[in-house]
T-cell receptor
Framework: AQSVSQHNHHVILSEAASLELGCNYS??????LFWYVQYPGQHLQLLLK????DPLVKGIKGFEAEFIKSKFSFNLRKPSVQWSDTAEYFC????WGAGNNRKLIWGLGTSLAVNP | GAGVSQSPSNKVTEKGKDVELRCDPI?????LYWYRQRLGQGLEFLIY????????KSGLPSDRFSAERTGESVSTLTIQRTQQEDSAVYLC?????????FGAGTRLSVL
C-alpha cells in the first residue's frame, strides 16, 4: 500500500538552529510532493511543492525541500528556525496513475516547537 | 469567498444522533475532498468529488458516512448514528492544479 513516513514526530529546537524533517514515501511511479504547515489555531496551508524540474524547491518563509527520487525522499529544511515556525508539519504525496484520482497520502505529521 | 469555508466550526452531539457538516469550496475549484483528522494522527482521506464524475468514496469508514455535492459548489458530509470514535476534526479541501486548499475544519465531539 502507498504510504508516507515522517521520521520525527516531535522536534524541539532553539531559535537559529537548523531544521531538517524527514519524509519518505512508498510508490514507484511519478509523484507530486507537498509539505503543508499548520500553525497553532490556523488551518493547513501549503508550504512548498514539487511537481517536476529542479528537485530542490523553495517555499515560503525560507523553507526548502529536496526531492531525491532514488531514496523516495522529500526532506524539508530550513537553515535557521524562528519561534514563529512553531507548528505542525505534514508531508503529502500525490501518486499519478489510474485510479489515484489525485488523492493525497499524508504522513502523520511532525510537531515542531521552537524555543525563543 | 476567498477561501474554503466550513461550518459549523465546532459540533457537540450525543451518541446516536446524526450530524451534517458543510463545506463551501473556493469558487471555480472543481475538485473537493473530505478528510478526517483524529487527535495526534495524520489526515485520513474520506471522499473525493471531481466535477460531474462519480465521487471516489473509497475512504468512507462505514455506511454511516455519506457525502453529497451540488454541482461544483457546496458539499455536505453526513454522519448517521454517530459513535464516540467519530470524534475528530473533519477537514474539507478544494483543489486547483493539484494543490489543495483547506478550510479550518469542523471539530466534532460525540458524547
Amino acid at each position: 500500500a502507498q504510504s508516507v513516513s515522517q521520521h520525527n514526530h516531535h522536534v524541539i529546537l532553539s531559535e537559529a538552529a537548523s531544521l531538517e524533517l524527514g519524509c519518505n514515501y512508498s510508490y514507484g511511479g511519478t509523484v507530486n510532493l507537498f509539505w503543508y504547515v499548520q500553525y497553532p489555531g490556523q488551518h493547513l496551508q501549503l508550504l512548498l511543492k514539487y511537481f517536476s524540474g529542479d528537485p530542490l524547491v523553495k517555499g515560503i518563509k525560507g523553507f526548502e525541500a529536496e526531492f531525491i527520487k532514488s531514496k523516495f525522499s522529500f526532506n524539508l529544511r530550513k537553515p535557521s528556525v524562528q519561534w514563529s515556525d512553531t507548528a505542525e508539519y505534514f508531508c503529502a504525496v500525490s501518486p499519478w496513475g489510474a485510479g489515484n484520482n489525485r488523492k493525497l497520502i499524508w504522513g502523520l505529521g511532525t510537531s515542531l516547537a521552537v524555543n525563543p | 469567498g476567498a477561501g474554503v469555508s466550513q461550518s459549523p466550526s465546532n459540533k457537540v452531539t450525543e451518541k446516536g444522533k446524526d450530524v451534517e457538516l458543510r463545506c463551501d469550496p473556493i469558487s471555480g475549484h472543481t475538485a473537493l475532498y473530505w478528510y478526517r483528522q483524529r487527535l495526534g494522527q495524520g489526515l485520513e482521506f474520506l471522499i473525493y468529488f471531481q466535477g460531474n464524475s462519480a465521487p471516489d468514496k473509497s475512504g468512507l469508514p462505514s455506511d454511516r458516512f455519506s457525502a453529497e455535492r451540488t454541482g461544483e459548489s457546496v458539499s455536505t458530509l453526513t454522519i448517521q448514528r454517530t459513535q464516540q470514535e467519530d470524534s475528530a476534526v473533519y477537514l474539507c479541501a478544494s483543489s486547483a492544479q493539484n494543490i489543495q486548499y483547506f478550510g479550518a475544519g469542523t471539530r466534532l465531539s460525540v458524547l
